[in-house]
Antibody, heavy 120, light 107 residues
Framework: QVQLQESGPGLVKPSETLSLTCTVS????????WTWIRQPPGKGLEWIGY???????NYNPSLKSRVTISVDTSKNQFSLKVSSVTAADTAVYYC??????????????WGRGTLVSVSS | DIQMTQSPSSLSASVGDRVTIACRAS??????LNWYQQKPGKAPELLIY???TLQTGVPSRFSGGGSGTDFTLTISSLQPEDFATYYC??????????FGQGTMVDI
């Protein structure tokens, strides 16, 4: 069965770029959308964006100017970059697989999440 | 952007209770509505997609209903492992597949 694992630094300095990678194991990265979601401590879930296996992207408009999601099909990985971070970007970051059933999209597999703190 | 509003924000219930959580969309989203369960310190897990389709492996005490703007998640007989936070999420409108603010179910 497919498993997702986030990796990357747990601490980022203000104004720098947050970079995370999600590795997909037990299945192919093809034919799905791959998403990033975050959750500030004690708060709800915030949609960041997704990328299709072919490289098409969609981003949350509130983050679009600072976010880049990319995919490396040869490594079965996809990545997130958030530039110019502030303390407000401190959150648990989740990667997840989006699949569809007759065009109804849903997130059926999630990584365990990784906490990224923004602090000097 | 489509806004998703859940009610209540939290509720207290007992084992065996029937529990219903509501989710309202700010515009019509047909049946593009999913429900997730999140336990403390864990990633969310999919319960229901397309408003009423139970994800494989999810107990049948969970059910979803509604279409358009108003949706519900019902737990027919609450079990100890069901105490968690529940989120609705719309996948009708790209680029943002918005989540509701969550409903915490506790004892």
């Amino acid at each position: 069965q497919v498993q997702l694992q986030e990796s990357g630094p747990g601490l980022v300095k203000p104004s720098e770029t947050l970079s995370l990678t999600c590795t997909v194991s037990g299945g192919s990265i093809n034919n799905y959308h791959w998403t990033w979601i975050r959750q500030p401590p004690g708060k709800g879930l915030e949609w960041i964006g997704y990328i299709s296996y072919s490289g098409n992207t969609n981003y949350n408009p509130s983050l679009k100017s600072r976010v880049t999601i990319s995919v490396d099909t040869s490594k079965n990985q996809f990545s997130l970059k958030v530039s110019s971070v502030t303390a407000a970007d401190t959150a648990v970051y989740y990667c997840a697989r989006a699949r569809d059933w007759v065009s109804y999209w849903y997130l059926d597999t999630w990584g365990r999440g990784t906490l990224v703190s923004v602090s000097s | 952007d489509i806004q998703m509003t859940q009610s209540p924000s939290s509720l207290s219930a007992s084992v065996g209770d029937r529990v219903t959580i509501a989710c309202r969309a700010s515009q019509r989203i047909s049946s593009y509505l999913n429900w997730y369960q999140q336990k403390p310190g864990k990633a969310p897990e999919l319960l229901i997609y397309a408003a009423s389709t139970l994800q494989t492996g999810v107990p049948s005490r969970f059910s979803g209903g509604g279409s358009g703007t108003d949706f519900t998640l019902t737990i027919s007989s609450l079990q100890p492992e069901d105490f968690a936070t529940y989120y609705c999420q719309q996948s009708y409108s790209t680029p943002t597949w918005t989540f509701g603010q969550g409903t915490m179910v506790d004892i």
